[in-house]
């Protein structure tokens, strides 16, 4: 079993590139690494947060000026490509990346931050305060999704 502890690990912005290292064995296994390149992944609104454990970039995620339709905030971000190398998972880094980001986008003055998330990760969200709202939907070749936000 794997300790960490917060002495362990630090978060700072990164490169839509650099993602790459973790999104693909995490959300892209088995696919080209040009999978791993998401829509908007460059715009200037978007920014890319790494978790660097013991050094080496170990968790990921993405944030883009984004509205749902499902929501009428006015300030909304979307949260994309949230990933922690398989052997960290369940060790809280997932939920530093979040707090970190929520931080950051509160001091953006955004109100609302939402994602698609997968069924998997639907309790990762819960318990990081995001609620479910509208209707699952299946996105081919990942699976079932659920739209989640929380207000910030
Ligand atoms: C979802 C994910 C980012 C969460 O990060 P994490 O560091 O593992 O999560 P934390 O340790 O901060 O939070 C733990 C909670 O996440 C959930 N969780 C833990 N391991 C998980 C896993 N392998 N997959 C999905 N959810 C997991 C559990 O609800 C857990 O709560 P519990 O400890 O009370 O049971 C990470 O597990 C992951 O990369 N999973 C695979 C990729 C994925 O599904 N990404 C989300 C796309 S929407």
């Given at each position: 079993m794997i300790q960490t502890s917060k002495e362990d690990f630090f978060i700072k912005i990164i490169t839509a590139q650099e993602t790459h290292a973790v999104r693909h064995p995490?959300?892209?296994?088995?696919?080209?690494?040009?999978?791993c390149i998401f829509d908007?992944?460059?715009?200037?609104?978007t920014f890319h947060l790494g978790l660097f454990h013991k050094n080496k970039l170990s968790g990921v995620v993405t944030y883009l000026k984004n509205g749902s339709p499902l929501l009428s905030n006015t300030s909304q971000y979307q949260l994309r490509g949230m990933a922690v190398l398989e052997d960290l998972q369940g060790h809280n880094l997932g939920t530093a990346l979040t707090k970190h980001g929520e931080t950051i986008l509160r001091n953006l003055k955004a109100d609302a931050v939402w994602c698609n998330a997968r069924e998997i990760a639907v309790p990762f969200y819960k318990k990081n305060g995001f609620e479910i709202i509208g209707e699952p939907f299946h996105i081919p070749k990942i699976g079932l999704h659920f739209t989640m936000y929380k207000l910030l």
């Open positions: 995490v959300l892209r296994s088995g696919r080209p690494i040009e999978d908007k992944d460059e715009l200037d609104t």
